[in-house]
């Protein structure tokens, strides 16, 4: 390959690596970064490792080749260059960061939902034991991390942040930096405790008082969070998979939203037939949107992803319940909780969807569908039958019920008519 030939492959936006000869390879990732990769063989092993400092364009094709030339000439003399760079790695690891940076760094590619460790880190573990030397962390250090996390009334975060302590630490062990895991002996117990299912869903009339809530205190619930909870609601789909949704996967003429298969959780591509009350909901959002590719782009510069942060949802429902989400302000009132709404959590609304398409009488089969849920046992195996249309007219009914309270069309709900 020639540079205008690597810059081709990159603009198409294609995952995946090409060959550039001699075994230099152009990788692309998901978030739409180049590096060079050479792949070789050492002692009768097949080996692959990115080239140090090897982004695209910063490292140009001919000083790609050079380096990779090296490494293979290296592999003929028996000396394993990767094997060589995790010697060094290691011997760079002293503090919880350092060990924290190598391990989501091997780590991370693996993961469905990276965010997660690194959000358990910076927020609840960092802060405490971040500058210590890996060594000197004993198992007093994580009880108080987790006990910390466990009396903010956050019990399944607080379990989390166990795992999180366990996987890092076993990365030091794997490593021989510690003989031993100073988070091995601690269980859900000592952390957030077993966790039960959550059985939260909110009634039609907790529908119609919680939009009409949001909607009087737009200064606090943003438009652009009202119309995401909306859709939400009316949906079904996980948080996650929305707050990433780009405009490129919508055709509003059809009415369908192609969600990719690597946003959704089951790993499989599925269409979402859109009800025509959502319709709007998004154009007004195309508006709003300012010419980013995401439906929800981020509020504020960020170098890691162009859409809202995975917490914003759950810290503007937060305000509202009058919780403190800011060290800096004091709380709002509890103005949920005044219109008689009790807690719920923003991935309760995906409940409260399945349960209000059960009491319109959609077919359990229809209504795990969908929520994206794959159908169990044999049927699944069996049946690949992806129910659109009928996933549309349960949508659209659903849609009939809850729009009128979310377009504060000033009527009652009419209740739906069950077929007998």
């Not at 152009?26 to 070789?40: D, K, M, N, P, S």
């Not at 438009?223 to 990433?244: C, F, P, T």
Request: some cysteine; glycine content about 6%.
């Amino acid at each position: 390959m020639n540079d205008k030939q690597i810059k081709a492959f990159i603009k198409t936006k294609e995952l995946g690596r090409r060959a550039a000869g001699g075994g230099l390879y152009i990788r692309v990732q998901t978030e739409g970064t180049a590096y060079w990769e050479v792949r070789y063989s050492v002692n009768g092993k097949r080996r692959s490792m990115m080239i140090e400092g090897g982004t695209y364009p910063a490292m140009p094709l001919v000083e790609a080749k050079a380096e990779a030339a090296k490494v293979k000439l290296l592999a003929k003399q028996g000396i394993d260059s990767l094997a060589e760079r995790e010697r060094q790695q290691q011997e760079t690891i002293i503090t919880v960061n350092d060990l924290f940076a190598d391990w989501y760094q091997t780590t991370a590619s693996r993961l469905k939902h990276d965010e997660i460790p690194l959000r358990m880190y910076t927020k609840e573990i960092k802060p405490t034991i971040g500058q210590l030397r890996v060594a000197d962390v004993n198992a007093r250090d994580i009880r108080a991390i987790i006990h910390k996390v466990a009396t903010s009334n956050r019990p399944t975060v607080s379990n989390k942040t166990l795992l999180c302590c366990k996987q890092l630490f076993n990365h030091a062990c794997k490593l021989d930096l510690i003989t031993g895991n100073p988070a091995a002996a601690f269980k859900p117990n000592d952390a957030g405790g077993v966790e039960k299912s959550r059985v939260r869903a909110l009634k039609i009339a907790e529908v119609v008082s919680l939009f009409n809530v949001l909607r009087n205190n737009s200064h606090i619930f943003t438009r652009d969070n009202y119309l995401a909870i909306a859709l939400l609601l009316s949906l079904g789909v996980r948080k996650g998979e929305l707050i990433a949704a780009k405009w490129q996967e919508f055709e509003f003429d059809k009415q369908l939203w192609h969600m990719p298969k690597d946003r959704s959780k089951t790993g499989v591509a599925i269409t979402i037939p859109l009800p025509t009350a959502t319709i709007n909901w998004l154009k007004e959002l195309h508006v709003r949107a300012g010419g980013s590719e995401f439906v929800f782009p981020s509020r504020r510069a960020s170098k890691r992803r162009g859409y809202i942060s995975s917490d914003t949802l759950n810290h503007a429902l937060a305000k509202v319940f009058g919780k403190k989400v800011d060290s800096n302000k004091e709380p709002y009132d509890n103005l949920l909780g005044q219109a008689g709404i009790e807690h719920f959590t923003i991935h309760d609304l995906r409940r409260t969807c399945r349960t209000l398409l059960a009491s319109i009488n959609v077919l359990p089969h229809v209504a795990e569908r969908c929520l994206n849920h794959k159908l169990k046992g044999i049927e699944g195996t069996y049946n690949q039958h992806d129910y659109l249309d009928e996933r549309r007219e349960a949508l659209e009914n659903l849609s009939n019920l809850i729009a009128p309270a979310i377009n504060d069309a000033h009527n009652t709900i009419t209740p739906f008519i069950k077929r007998a």
